[in-house]
């Protein structure tokens, strides 16, 4: 559990979605504390720098603004203005709000603050006139809307979360529940209160947390409707027909998160002929093998084709969430590996698309898209061949030098703080200390004159892997540095690639004596030695933590299957728009 | 006679031991029982329950007896035993 301390401010009455929201977050991972601000506080609390908001030190801010607290003024008498005052209206209040959220940043420059889209009851008295006259009230709400993520945009210690999707989502009528509003002040219903905690918690996920990195689906009745192998190629219900539709517009939304970078696989009790035949022929797949990082079709049980997977991927089983229409196979793939995620699954094949949604959101929830999002599926294809050619019977050495390697290592910078940040918070095995950091964290850092943030971008002769490894180095005193943070994506492991990185690092920084930390995970058992194999030597133990350091660090040598190139100006090629 | 599903709501939601439940349990023998934990009790009866209880008789619920009387009320009302 990760500890997480909360901020919540609000128009409104809000307390009560401690309750809900603190369940979403332990479901989460994490561990949270709140402070609330007293009902119509919010705008003390962020302007007095002495205010409980700031004691808390909370690393998430919430500042949840209901669109009827915010154009108050423009209800109160919706005839009383026309279209150009109320959009001036609506960036009005954005530029207040945003002012707010910046004096926020200022004082807790770690913290991720986090806005909301707004929308008004569509029942009211400008029914029938809203877009038909000069009178209505949502081309205000529209303007602030927009005002909002534009800031949120540029600011990269503020989020937007879509409160007025979530309303839409529910429905506004049950968003609402008039008896709090004249009782408490409190303008969400029960129903709305949930939303809006899981819609919170799955954007402090997607902004601090662990998110997992692959689904695993099974084929028979979850890809395509039907049994392939009794109901043979064309009998399986799969394309523009009927309910065929159904299991097309599944895979395209599972096309869709391949595309923001999850990993597919297959996993799947079958005929391999019958089943590939149909995955690289049938004209109604959306998907194709490219898609699929592994596939598992045999006739061995799922839980040991999962581990398979997961070897095969060299990613943990708690990154997998395992899709399978069968209840018994998931009833046994959940009690024999409970650290895969295996939610319930709708009998109806219409239902499927909705429910993959839903998993969309709840486990894999992203705020961006970096290029290695894009095309980490390519980057896992060409990790098959890699390990194909590792297989081939020569030495290490001849695999090393065959692989062609070529290593970019640069300083943080705007491009490249997106995908570092990520990968502190996602990288578990190689990763020597498992700090995480926010993006707004590492830019704070980068402004330090005594920290160094060194990214390291891997490219082969079965193309590029983009950014994998990072570098956190702190000066103590002059020539001495301490690691902070070293860590590499699990997906390069075993390649020298940190004997590299390393080597060519002690020199861009001319240090002469580095510290290194190894704090132990239930993850990170694969980089106990680590150290030891660079030649570091054992110093001490505090705290859990064995500190080791290395004296003459000029020692270091980069292994000579590599080609460095230190860039000194220009941004990490993996991280531009393709 | 309490219904012990509002005894394990109620103990759940303001956190306190079934045992230490009973008709006379109120805001002043149980000063947890604030307007805030009264809201999120409110919400977690209703969808116990399924019932709606009315905006005049909410604030009126303080003792735990009166939460019973005004759910078995309720379920009446709306043909079940």
Redesign the interface.
């Known amino acids: 559990m990760t500890e997480l301390r909360v901020a919540i401010l609000s128009s409104s009455t809000l ?2 979605i ?2 809900p929201l603190a369940a979403a977050l332990r479901d989460r991972g994490f561990d949270p504390s709140f402070w609330i601000a007293g009902f119509g506080q919010f705008r003390q609390e962020i302007l007095n720098p002495q205010s409980g908001l700031y004691a808390h030190d909370p690393s998430v801010v919430l500042l949840y603004l209901d669109g009827e607290d915010l154009f108050r003024d423009l209800l109160h008498n919706p005839f009383a203005s026309l279209a150009d005052q109320r959009r001036a209206t609506g960036r009005q209040v954005a530029e207040d709000v945003a002012s707010l959220a910046e004096t926020i940043a200022s004082r807790l420059p770690k913290a991720t603050v986090v806005l909301n889209t707004a929308s008004l009851a569509p029942l009211g008295p400008l029914t029938g006139l809203e877009y038909n006259s000069e009178f209505g009230v949502n081309d205000a709400v529209e303007e602030y809307n927009h005002a909002i993520a534009e800031f949120a945009r540029r600011h990269s210690g503020a989020v937007v979360l879509d409160a007025a999707g979530l309303a839409a989502t529910l429905g506004f009528s049950r968003w609402r529940d ?3 509003w ?3 002040r ?1 303008r969400l219903s ?1 129903d709305a ?1 949930a939303a809006l905690a899981a819609g919170y918690a799955g954007l402090i996920l997607a902004r601090v947390g662990k998110i997992k990195k692959c689904i695993a689906v099974d084929l028979d009745n979850t890809l395509w409707g039907g049994i392939v192998g009794e109901d043979g190629f064309d009998g399986i219900k799969l394309g523009e027909d009927g309910i065929g539709l159904a299991f097309a517009e599944f895979q395209e939304e599972l096309l869709n998160l391949y595309r923001k970078g999850v990993l597919l696989a297959v996993c799947s009790k079958n005929n391999p002929d019958d089943a590939l035949q149909v995955i690289r022929k049938h004209p109604g797949m959306r998907l194709r093998e490219e898609h699929f990082a592994a596939l598992r079709i045999n006739w061995e049980d799922k839980a040991t084709n999962l581990q398979a997977l997961a070897e095969e991927l060299n990613i943990g089983l708690d990154s997998f969430v395992f899709i399978d229409d069968n209840p018994v196979e998931r009833s046994w793939v959940r009690q024999s590996i409970p650290d895969v995620i295996v939610p319930e699954w709708p009998k109806d094949p219409v239902d499927y698309k909705a429910a993959l949604l839903e998993i969309g959101v709840r486990y894999f929830p992203k705020l961006g898209i970096t290029a290695e999002d894009r095309k980490r599926g390519e980057v896992y294809q060409a990790q098959a061949a890699r390990r194909q050619l590792a297989s081939s019977g020569t030495t290490l050495e001849d695999f090393y030098r065959a692989l062609e390697m070529r290593v970019r290592i640069g300083r943080a910078d705007a491009f490249t703080i997106p995908r570092i940040a990520q990968l502190t918070q996602k990288t578990n095995q190689f990763n020597l200390t498992t700090r995480r950091y926010t993006e707004a964290e590492i830019r704070v850092a980068r402004d330090d004159e005594h920290t160094e943030i060194f990214w390291l971008e891997l490219n082969d002769k079965f193309g590029p892997s983009g950014v994998v490894g990072v570098l956190i180095l702190k000066e103590n005193v002059s020539g001495e540095w301490n690691i902070d943070t070293f860590l590499l994506s699990c997906r390069v492991m075993g390649r020298t690639v940190e004997n590299a990185f390393l080597a060519a690092i002690a020199q861009e920084t001319g240090a002469s004596r580095l510290i290194g930390e190894y704090l132990p995970t239930p993850k990170n058992a694969p980089v106990k030695d680590l150290y030891e194999r660079l030649g570091f030597q054992h110093s001490h133990d505090v705290d859990g933590r064995r500190v080791w350091s290395l004296d003459d660090a000029r020692k270091l040598e980069v292994p000579p299957w590599f080609e460095i190139t230190i860039e000194r100006s220009t941004a990490a090629s993996g991280t531009s728009e393709r | 006679m309490l219904d012990p599903r509002l005894v394990e709501t109620f103990s759940r939601v303001l956190d306190v031991d079934p045992s230490a439940v009973n008709g006379d349990t109120s805001p002043a023998s149980l000063p947890k029982w604030d307007s805030v934990a009264h809201i999120n009790l409110i919400f977690e009866l209703e969808d116990a329950f399924e019932i709606r209880f009315a905006s005049d008789e909410i604030p009126s619920l303080n003792t735990v007896a009166r939460l019973q009387a005004a759910i078995d009320g309720h379920r009446r009302a709306s043909g079940e035993p």
Do not use: W
């Open positions: 307390e009560v401690e309750r008039a008896r709090m004249y009782l408490a409190l029960r209160l």
